[in-house]
Every structure is written in structure tokens, then in C-alpha cells.
């Protein structure tokens, strides 16, 4: 059981990683074609609010790209200083593209809904990430991994978006009505299930401790 479980897990990283790294690497498609023809939705940001735009969409694919290298415990194990200065990056890519996030999250045309799925989104992806960053610092080793993995939910959002939008978009749905639903659907379940993982992690621990004492 233990055995399919880890190819599972496996197999459920290595599909996650490469989602992830195709996204990133589509994302600019943006500077050969232009925003209105790869982007509309967001389109409407260009005139009077086009730093934000670009802060997001040329710096968050930068995080997405990295996120996946962060959890390979070789890279780690062998090149401890490239993982740190990965991590670096990310956090520095997460605190530009989530606060420029937050900024257009109040320029969505989808409604007040959207508008508050994504600031929220924006708020808990920098918090997560910035508490990773700050128990690497204190070298708190296992609470850095609980949070980045926290952030990386957040961050794989820009791929579980792209598949629900592009889903909507075949099913024929009215954009009005799918896009609000996807602002809170791209994270809220990814940040459930880290959570959810993270809790079931913690029981055998906690038994072990029980049975022990």
C-alpha cells in the first residue's frame, strides 16, 4: 500500500511540475503576440493601469516556473545554495506579482465577486510565502515546508485557472457567470487539500507520541 501510495504521490508531483513549467513558459506568449490577442479578459488593464498588469503577468510566471524545483530533495541535498537562491527568486517574483495582484484584482470586470476572490487570493499567497521565507530564516526547517507548500497551492493556481477557464470556455459558458466562480475555484480547493495533507501528516506523529509516552 505504502508503495502505490509514493507512486501516486509521485506521479501526482512530476504531472503538477510540468503543468507548471508549460504554463510559465505559454504565459509569454504575451510579448510576441500582445495582450488583447493572448489575454482579453485582463485586457481591459492596458490603458492607465499597465504597470500593475506587467508586474503580474511577466513576473508571477517566474514563480510558477521555479515552484516545482523547490521541492526536489536532491537539488536540495546536493545544491543547497541554488535551491536557496531559487527560493529567493520566488519570494522576490511572489511579492512583486501578488502585489500588483491585488491591485488589478479591484480593476476585474467580472463583478465584486471575482474582485474579492483574487484580492484574497493576492493577500493569503504573499502571506504564505512570506511566512515560508521567515521560517527559513529562523531555520525552522519543517514549519518553511508546511508553508511553502502552502504558497505552492496558491501559486499552481495560475494552472488550475487556465484549466477551468479553458473548460468554461468549451462548455459554452457565459464568461460573467464562469468567471467569478473560477476566482475562488482556481485556489480555495488547492489550499483544502494542502491543508488536508498537511493534517494527515501530522497523525502519525501525533499517535506515535501517544503510544510512546
Known amino acids: ?16 511540475a510540468l503543468a507548471s513549467v508549460l504554463v510559465a513558459v505559454v504565459s509569454y506568449r504575451f510579448i510576441p503576440l500582445g495582450v488583447n490577442a493572448t489575454m482579453d479578459f485582463i485586457a481591459h488593464n492596458l490603458p492607465g493601469n499597465s504597470l500593475a498588469l506587467y508586474g503580474h503577468i511577466a513576473v508571477a510566471p517566474i514563480a510558477l516556473l521555479l515552484m516545482p524545483f523547490q521541492f526536489m530533495s536532491g537539488l ?5 545554495s541554488i535551491h536557496r537562491w531559487m527560493g529567493r527568486i520566488y519570494v522576490t517574483a511572489i511579492v512583486i506579482s501578488g502585489i500588483a495582484g491585488l491591485q488589478l484584482a479591484f480593476h476585474s470586470t467580472a463583478g465584486a465577486f471575482a474582485s474579492v476572490g483574487f484580492a484574497t487570493l493576492a493577500v493569503i499567497w504573499l502571506w504564505t510565502t512570506l511566512g515560508a521565507f521567515y521560517f527559513a530564516i529562523k531555520r525552522q526547517i519543517d514549519r518553511h515546508r508546511n508553508w511553502m507548500l502552502r504558497s505552492a497551492a496558491l501559486t499552481f493556481a495560475a494552472v ?54
Not at 488547492?190 to 502519525?204: D, F, G, I, W
Open 1 to 16: 500500500m505504502g508503495r502505490v501510495l509514493g507512486l501516486a504521490g509521485s506521479l501526482a508531483f512530476w504531472s503538477a
Open 160 to 213: 488550475t485557472l487556465r484549466v477551468y477557464l479553458g473548460t468554461s470556455m468549451a462548455m459554452g459558458a457565459e464568461f460573467q457567470v464562469a468567471y467569478p466562480i473560477i476566482s475562488w475555484a482556481c485556489w480555495v480547493p488547492n489550499a483544502l487539500l494542502v491543508e488536508a495533507y498537511l493534517q494527515l501528516r501530522r497523525q502519525p506523529r501525533t499517535a506515535h507520541v501517544t503510544a510512546t509516552s
Open 76 to 80: 536540495r541535498r546536493r545544491r543547497p
